[in-house]
């Protein structure tokens, strides 16, 4: 068990909807990260948070969005689902935001199914 | 091409086998190297990692980093049925604003007893 909790594990729903996907982080990591993976693309960075802030961005949607809250749990949201959207998507966190912070953990993840 | 480029496999070995894993990337600029593991329906998990060029052993792993090829390996020793999984390396620059990795696209490993 890696400390980084997702809700839901599973998620379906059709296109054109919007979904909420939430993570929290492990205990004292102050970064977040969001990923997709696909059978096709594999492990995409989407969206990184640091205490609150957007830190860096990836390969994320206009239509995707993310948030951390003061908390530090994050939240990415997916509007306009289309078909090709369907994928994991992984939260990770790490300690730091700098270059040290290599060390990622990852949680189980949210299995998201547009149909 | 791609930055990262793993043959996805699958890769079948009896137990006791050493297997070799290996990426390829063309980004000179990556200077962090990771290897991760990944069982069937969970998150992955941080296996080995490896700054810049050179080996690193942890028990039956040995990463191993060759940077004028632009060529990273893992290897696994007596190699385990615990040990079937998907192993995707990872690898980043020295992005100051922020710490993104670039994934391949993982090798599926499996390890029969």
């Known amino acids: 068990d890696s400390g980084v909790t997702q809700t839901p594990k599973h998620l379906i729903t059709a296109t054109g909807q919007r979904v909420t996907l939430r993570c929290s982080p492990r205990s004292g990591d102050l970064s977040v990260y969001w990923y997709q993976q696909s059978l096709d693309q594999g492990l995409q960075f989407l969206i990184q948070?640091?205490?609150?802030?957007?830190?860096a961005k990836g390969n994320i949607l206009e239509r995707f969005s993310a948030q951390q809250f003061p908390d530090l749990h994050s939240e990415l949201n997916l509007s306009s689902l289309e078909l090709g959207d369907s994928a994991l998507y992984f939260c990770a966190s790490s300690v730091g935001a700098d270059i040290s912070s290599y060390e990622q953990y990852f949680g189980p993840g949210t299995r998201l199914t547009v149909t | 091409q791609k930055e990262v480029e793993q043959d996805p496999g699958p890769l079948s070995v009896p137990e006791g086998a050493i297997v070799s894993l290996n990426c390829t990337y063309s980004n000179s600029a990556f200077q962090y190297f990771m290897w991760y593991r990944q069982y069937s329906r969970k998150g992955p998990e941080l296996l080995m990692y490896?700054?810049?060029?050179g080996n690193k052993e942890d028990g039956r792993f040995t990463a191993q980093v060759d940077k004028s090829s632009k060529y990273i390996s893992l290897f696994i020793r007596d190699s385990q049925p615990s040990d079937s999984a998907t192993y995707l390396c990872?690898?980043?620059?020295?992005?100051?604003?922020?710490?993104?990795?670039?994934f391949g696209k993982g090798t599926t490993l499996s390890v029969s007893s």
């Open positions: 490896t700054y810049s060029s």
């Open positions: 990872a690898m980043r620059g020295t992005n100051q604003a922020g710490t993104a990795l670039i």
């Open positions: 948070y640091y205490n609150g802030e957007e830190r």
